[in-house]
């Protein structure tokens, strides 16, 4: 079964940065929108942010508009998330997800994810 390996996670202050990167196992995800969704405890995994297949456009929750930018390597097969002005709410369990719909030029929904990573801790302290 096609695995996404995320990485770049950590324990960061509260204003700092961090970059995560996924890189698929197995398979290559040309073709499909790819993006990160995050889980905080006790709550429900939510959207973070999105690209599409071929790079062009992007989508992100407003909570992290403006602070962390999505973007692929096409030809290394990976999406990174930069993530800048780290907040302590942004701590959470980042998972990196793959659309299942071929071509798709709109952004991610749980709903239509065909794979997803193990997840990465991200923890910002105050």
């Known amino acids: 079964q096609a695995q996404l390996v995320e990485s770049g996670g950590g324990l960061v202050q509260a204003g700092g940065s961090l970059r995560l990167s996924c890189a698929p196992s197995g398979r290559t995800f040309s073709g499909y929108a790819m993006g990160w969704f995050r889980q905080a405890p006790g709550k429900e995994r939510e959207f973070v942010a999105a690209?599409?297949?071929?790079?062009?456009?992007?989508y992100y929750a407003d909570s992290v508009k403006g602070r962390f930018t999505i973007s692929r390597d096409n030809a290394k097969n990976t999406v990174y998330l930069q993530m800048n002005s780290l907040k302590p709410e942004d701590t959470a369990i980042y998972y990196c997800?793959?659309?299942?719909?071929?071509?798709?030029?709109?952004?991610?929904?749980?709903?239509?994810?065909?794979?997803w990573g193990q997840g990465t801790q991200v923890t910002v302290s105050s």
């Open positions: 690209i599409g297949w071929s790079a062009y456009s992007t």
């Open positions: 997800a793959a659309d299942s719909r071929k071509y798709y030029s709109g952004s991610l929904s749980v709903t239509y994810v065909g794979s």
